[in-house]
């Protein structure tokens, strides 16, 4: 049906649909105030636990980045934390040799401990 009128198949089996008035960027929602309060009353979390608990209040779901726009808007977000703090723990560049030492220890065969002692060298990423 669809080559005999030259239209696309897509154009006939999609279901036409508009979206929300609501929708769209710049566009507020009642929920809005909602986060708004939220973030406020908890200045000291993030777009996660507002989210959360701005969904426990309204009693259905929020979107995470949805509450982020809406704090980014009201200046309601907290500064990022330094990503050189969030490393793991002995997580660091080996600068000069005998810097690092490894300590490994094992079973053997005989089911007697084995220490192994090792010092990295190498300038390289260890963890």
């Given at each position: 049906?669809?080559?005999?009128?030259?239209?696309?198949?897509?154009?006939?089996?999609?279901?036409?649909?508009?979206?929300?008035?609501?929708?769209?960027?710049?566009?507020?929602?009642?929920?809005?105030?909602?986060?708004?309060?939220?973030?406020?009353?908890?200045?000291?979390?993030?777009?996660?636990?507002?989210?959360?608990?701005?969904?426990?209040?309204?009693?259905?779901?929020?979107?995470?980045?949805?509450?982020?726009?809406?704090?980014r808007q009201h200046r309601l977000l907290q500064r990022s934390r330094?990503?050189?703090?969030?490393?793991?723990?002995?997580?660091?560049?080996?600068?000069?040799?005998?810097?690092?030492?490894h300590l490994d220890c094992d079973l053997g065969l005989d089911r007697?401990?084995?220490?192994?002692?090792?010092?990295?060298?190498?300038?390289?990423?260890?963890?």
């Amino acid at each position: 049906m669809t080559r005999v009128l030259q239209v696309s198949r897509q154009s006939v089996y999609r279901p036409i649909s508009r979206r929300p008035a609501g929708a769209g960027p710049g566009r507020g929602r009642a929920d809005d105030e909602a986060i708004v309060e939220v973030a406020k009353a908890n200045p000291t979390d993030g777009t996660r636990m507002v989210a959360a608990l701005a969904s426990r209040e309204l009693g259905e779901p929020v979107n995470r980045k949805r509450v982020q726009r809406v704090m980014r808007q009201h200046r309601l977000l907290q500064r990022s934390r330094n990503t050189d703090r969030r490393r793991r723990p002995g997580y660091f560049r080996v600068t000069r040799p005998d810097e690092l030492w490894h300590l490994d220890c094992d079973l053997g065969l005989d089911r007697r401990p084995r220490l192994g002692l090792s010092a990295r060298r190498r300038g390289l990423l260890h963890p």
